[in-house]
């Protein structure tokens, strides 16, 4: 007769959980959702007000950390500074993107966007968790959860940086995860799909309606809110023996052949 894993609980109060990108969309929406839920949460993202009025909205647990991820000397920096505030780091979550559309042809500002989407979306990733992982070894149910894009699980013409960037978000999330399951620390990924956020924005209504209707079986743009709850159940304590898992919130995009 095994043992039964040490802990399965389904709550986080009280643990402490770190959100890039929280200003808005679905790291806003992840941040207030995992606020909700009792955990401490460091909100960070470039814009400080910004911050700020989310973690006012996410209650007393929560504060507002300005960040630029493409910084590895501010990471360092923020990452100390959240866990002496809070006591220590149980919740890593890299959610900070940017949108990095570039015609292979745009001789002027390819490397520029190249190098902005490897900076923000796939080296910040890194930093973040060896930032974080002294605390998350000390940690009873560590978790790190990686914000890609099913833009790493296939292409869209223009978006090579992007693509790039998020393909390699999988990779790394795969390697994280092989590198530290010896401590107990789960490494997941979520591959979010055509979600309402400040990146769709500018797509007009009537064409998100037809590509949902092409491209998705549920036929329709999914809300952050929906990408937080994937997220919420990955850093579950119980969420123990789930690690290195690649999971489409896509509404069936990638299921969809036609």
Sequence with gaps: MTNSPPNLSRSIAGRVA????????????????????????????????????????????????????SDG???????????????????????????????????????????????VMLTAHQRMVRAALPWLRRSDAARIVNIASTEGLGATPGDTPYVAAKSGVVGLTRGLA?????????VNCICPGPIRTNMTDTVPEADKAVFARRRTALRRYGEPEEVAHMTLSLVLPAASY?????IPVDGGLTARNA
């Design 18 to 69: 770190i959100v890039t990108g929280a200003a808005s969309g679905m790291g806003r929406a992840t941040a207030l959702l995992l606020a909700s839920e009792g955990a401490k949460v460091a909100v960070t993202d470039l814009d400080l007000a910004a911050c700020q009025a989310v973690a006012a909205e996410a209650g007393a647990d929560a504060r507002a950390f300005a960040l630029d991820v």
């Design 73 to 119: 000397d501010a990471i360092r920096r923020t990452v100390a500074t959240i866990a002496a505030a809070f006591g220590g780091i149980d919740i890593l979550i890299n959610n900070a993107g940017v949108s990095s559309f570039a015609p292979l042809d745009a001789a002027d500002e390819y490397d520029a966007i190249w190098h902005r989407a490897i900076a």
């Design 242 to 246: 789930i690690t290195g898992a690649v």
């Design 178 to 186: 092989v590198d530290l399951g010896k401590d107990g620390i789960t």
